[in-house]
């Protein structure tokens, strides 16, 4: 049993995605996720099921603009969605808590990224975890009398988890076990503990997690098999789910006044919705049973509404880091080099400070060590400016940053007097951090450089247009054809196939 290192790692292969639009109504993806957003304030299905857009009831042209962007920058933010993420963590807290004494936590690897989005290794030490360990097959070595179980109900983990009981059992080490099901329990996860013989040595509780925050403007749930669970397993649990969370989500903000879905799954979203719906608040700090003041209307997409976009290239910043980089759980795995910030320039130096954090060179970022970074624009307001811009626009608006940012070092040589300098030494741990963050984008955009030059990148989006425009059908599935026989990556293939597939209603042989 691999043990967990000192801090939440994120797990999985990079992510399927395609590009990231300002839609009317916000979609979710097919293979795995869309990072998209809608007015300014979304809700994500991290699962590419569906996916809901709320409007506030000030909706106009200008909420499409970030808050960061807009023009009254110093207004409040139509929702705090850090409430929900106090709650998962107060949620995780209470969970932990309910075990007394020291435990061994045994994590749910696809957990982990949700989980490192609220929460922190520090807290759950402080809440008696004395060590962690990823759930999988093999031997528990569990040095605590408390076990605790904390995954997704699944039955292959339930079956590794039955099997580390009758083990212990064996081998005659006692136990006490506790298992939370992510987000609730399940009565098939019962019945196959009792099947295995062991429901009687587990207490059996949830953790109810739900939405989480992923930027100011977007939550997500996180879950990213719903797509298969639903269309190859026949497996709806998770709409069930979507409806435990956004009644949540009502219960803080009030009730939807509008609900409007578009696909057969919305539309049994949106019914679970109406059926659920409670008319008196259950609890008197709950808003549920009054019409919501920060809500115009609740707009549900199922993917199956447009299985076109997914498939196709993104060509915006962090469109182009999730397709050639990855991105997975907000967390994305760069050089070392690039995350651990270099040496302070000093102020007192001659020449402008900006020149002395270049980026070490493209080459040489591709052979260095990596280590996951949390890419939010909650602490790197740079993000923010660049995520949504076409490429071909980042290298502009980085010269833009990194000469105003020159200037800024160069007023210390105007400082005079004493209020002057001590203005400026003010200013100096802001202009650092940007400096950090102007390296950082720069080091990352010319990672991404090489890769949207290469001959097979350049094809590959040359197909896609063509498709949408019907131009040529035949011609553009003999250039597929001779993607395969240059070697392109299995995954690029199998997109321009499904969108030729999709489009022209299937490959005529």
């Not at 969605?81 to 020291?102: I, T």
């Not at 503990?193 to 925050?213: H, K, R, T």
């Not at 896609?464 to 019907?470: E, F, G, I, V, W």
Request: some cysteine; proline content about 6%; glycine content about 6%.
């Amino acid at each position: 049993m691999e043990k967990i290192p000192a801090k939440i790692c994120q797990c999985g292969g990079p992510l399927n995605v395609a590009s990231k639009l300002r839609v009317s109504a916000y979609e979710s993806s097919l293979m795995p996720r869309r990072r998209q957003r809608v007015a300014w304030r979304v809700l994500r299905f991290e699962h590419p099921v569906m996916a809901a857009a709320v409007a506030s009831t000030s909706s106009s042209d200008e909420q499409t603009i970030r808050p960061s962007q807009s023009q009254n920058e110093e207004s409040e933010p139509l929702l705090d969605v850090s409430v929900l993420k106090e709650l998962a963590r107060k949620a995780l807290v209470d969970a932990l808590n309910s075990v007394n004494g020291a435990k061994t936590l045994v994590l749910d690897p696809s957990l982990a990224g949700p989980l490192g989005l609220v929460t922190e290794v520090a807290l759950l030490k402080h809440h008696g975890v004395d060590k962690m360990f990823w759930l999988e097959p093999g031997p528990l070595s569990a040095t605590t009398t408390n076990v605790v179980y904390l995954c997704r109900p699944r039955i292959n983990y339930v079956k590794i988890i039955a099997d580390q009981i009758k083990r212990h059992g064996r081998e005659a080490q006692p136990h006490t076990y506790t298992l939370f099901l992510v987000p609730r329990t399940s009565t098939l996860i019962t019945r196959i503990l009792e099947e295995e013989g062991v429901l009687g040595d587990v207490a059996i509780s949830s953790y109810n997690l739900q939405f989480i925050p992923v930027a100011d403007d977007v939550v997500s749930l996180e879950h990213d098999a719903a797509f298969k669970e639903i269309w190859v397993d026949g497996d709806e649990t998770v709409i069930y789910n979507s409806m435990q969370a956004l009644t949540s989500l009502q219960s803080l903000f009030g009730l939807f006044p509008r609900i409007v879905a578009k696909g057969d799954h919305a539309a049994r979203l949106a019914h679970l919705l109406t059926k659920h719906a409670p008319t008196v608040p259950t609890d008197g700090n709950s808003l549920l049973g009054t019409l919501s003041e920060k809500f115009d209307s609740l707009i549900i997409l199922d993917r199956r509404v447009d299985m076109i976009t997914p498939l196709l290239t993104q060509l915006t910043y962090e469109g182009l880091i999730d397709e050639l980089i990855g991105i997975k759980n907000s967390h994305v795995e760069l050089p070392v080099s690039l995350i651990s910030p270099p040496a302070i320039p000093n102020p007192s130096a001659a020449g402008g400070a900006s020149t002395s954090t270049a980026p070490p060179p493209a080459t040489s970022l591709t052979k260095e060590k990596k280590k996951k970074h949390h890419l939010t624009s909650a602490t790197d307001p740079l993000l923010a400016e660049l995520q949504d811009l076409n490429f071909s626009a980042v290298g502009k608006k980085l010269n833009q940053v990194a000469r105003r940012l020159d200037e800024d070092y160069k007023l210390r040589h105007q400082a005079k007097t004493v209020a002057q300098l001590k203005d400026f030494v003010g200013k100096l741990g802001g202009l650092q951090s940007e400096h950090q963050s102007l390296r950082l984008h720069t080091g990352l955009s010319e990672m991404l450089v090489p890769q949207t030059r290469t001959d097979v990148f350049n094809k590959s989006l040359e197909i896609q247009q063509n498709l949408l425009a019907s131009y040529n059908v035949n011609d553009q599935i003999t250039a597929i054809e001779d993607l395969i026989a240059q070697g392109a990556e299995m995954q690029i293939v199998l997109r321009l196939l499904c969108l030729a597939s999709i489009i022209t209603g299937g490959i005529k042989s």
